[in-house]
């Protein structure tokens, strides 16, 4: 069973031409173009009512077999006024890796972009405090990008070394 | 000159008393993060009582405790926390690395994973296992417990010994370069 109404996909479709679904595993995907990201998700929100953003996480497509695009940015919405749940993914390549920030629409979206830009550093542009949230504040890399190496490059080594009579 | 003692009278020297009670009176600072935690935590409980070797107190502040346990992975954003209470607490003061991710990493080998707290800390002791029974930390302890009895000095000066100050890996690095080819494959 699809988790997205037919009337909704169709509202979505007449209003902004370019989008195009699909559906996997009774799971409805949209993919939008990233210009228009904000207003499909301003339009999901406020005329068809996906009130909750359940997440935002990002997909690093680098080598993967068949991809065209470099990150696919995905958000996952949900209805809990009619139970559907939608994923809007929005495909972006380097350099242009910045799209505005959902934090006008959802409030919880403010932790889940300030993550999506701690791991693969897209920035969302008018993010209120866009700042890294899981890794240390002097990281430079955003190591769940593909070409970062899984050992690092030497960011653990940085800290002083406590001999046993320097405490 | 002889000087008559009386039977109940034992000459020792000081620095043994001091060790004696010393070793019987360890005060564990648990830094548990991960399922070696767990298995701390079952030593000191009933079954496994760590009372019996006189270690029973655990404390969660470092200024009441003299014996470091760190059970579990440490990753890059905690070691400056881990380096912070180890200077907190009061000499002589020891450190029990517990477990394989404490000691090398283990299985975490990646960028955010300190690949054995002895690279920025002292250790005294490491106990492999993942996690450790209860009953080899407890063995360690006991190993602690007999370095304490021989090495202890009443004012800690076998801790400023040149020999102690090098810090120490539990697991050797081999360079990179020789277990890959160019191209990042393994050579076997």
């Known amino acids: 069973m699809a988790t997205t109404d037919t009337t909704t996909l169709q509202a979505l479709q007449g209003r902004f031409p370019a989008v195009t679904t699909s559906e996997f595993r009774g799971q409805t995907r949209v993919v939008v173009p990233s210009e228009s990201l904000y207003d499909v998700l301003a339009f999901l929100k406020n005329d068809r009512g996906f009130d909750f953003l359940s997440d935002v996480t990002c997909v690093d497509y680098l080598n993967y077999r068949d991809a065209k695009d470099r990150f696919g940015l995905v958000y996952i919405l949900v209805s809990t006024l009619t139970n559907e749940r939608l994923f809007v993914r929005s495909f972006l390549n380097e350099p242009e890796l910045a799209v505005p920030s959902a934090v006008p629409l959802w409030e919880g979206a403010n932790w889940l972009e300030r993550e999506v830009w701690d791991m693969f550093g897209i920035k969302f542009v008018g993010h209120p405090d866009l700042r890294r949230i899981l890794l240390p504040p002097e990281y430079t890399a955003h190591p769940l990008r593909k070409d970062y190496p899984l050992q690092g490059r030497g960011e653990r080594h940085n800290f002083p070394v406590l001999a046993r009579n320097s405490a | ?188």
């Open chain 2, 1 to 188: 000159m002889a000087i008559e003692l009386p039977e109940n009278v034992v000459i020792s020297k000081l620095d043994q008393l001091a060790n004696w009670c010393r070793k019987n009176s360890l005060w564990p600072m648990p830094f548990a993060t991960a399922c070696c935690g767990i298995e701390l935590m079952a030593t000191g409980a009933s079954k496994h009582d760590l009372a019996r070797f006189g270690a029973e107190v655990f404390r969660f502040s470092p200024r009441q405790c003299d014996l470091m346990i760190v059970a579990g992975r440490v990753v890059m954003k905690m070691l400056p926390v881990l380096q912070r209470i180890w200077q907190q607490m009061h000499e002589p003061k020891w450190c029990i690395s517990m477990g394989a991710c404490a000691s090398t990493g283990g299985v975490f080998d990646t960028y955010s994973v300190v690949q054995g707290i002895d690279r920025f800390l002292p250790v005294d002791m490491y106990v492999p296992g993942c996690p450790p029974r209860p009953e080899q930390l407890i063995q360690s302890i006991i190993d602690l417990q007999d370095k304490i009895q021989r090495e202890g000095t009443l004012n800690g000066r076998e801790f400023n010994l040149e020999s102690r100050q090098e810090p120490k890996r539990a697991l050797v690095e081999i360079p990179s370069a020789s277990l890959f080819d160019g191209a990042r494959n393994p050579i076997f």
